[in-house]
């Protein structure tokens, strides 16, 4: 599991898949997220400006897993 370590209380979705370098736009953030291999804490999203806060757990299929601190 990957720490990510974000300097506010939250961050969007995509703007997180950006940050961790799991994606290179924001467009690409987008499509990942939209095709539904994305989950936040066990739940996949299609929401790509849910709210991420620290201690939240992202997971791309295939990919693994982000924690957020």
Not at 9 to 20: M, P, R, T
Not at 30 to 55: A, C, D, F, Y
């Amino acid at each position: 599991m990957k720490e990510i370590k974000i300097s506010t209380d939250i961050i969007k979705l995509d703007q997180l898949l950006k940050f961790a370098g799991i994606t290179q736009t924001g467009g690409e953030s987008k499509n990942i997220i939209k095709m539904g291999i994305v989950s936040v804490n066990g739940n996949i999203t299609k929401e790509r400006g849910k709210k991420i806060k620290k201690g939240d757990i992202i997971e791309i299929k295939g990919t693994g897993k982000l924690i957020v601190i």
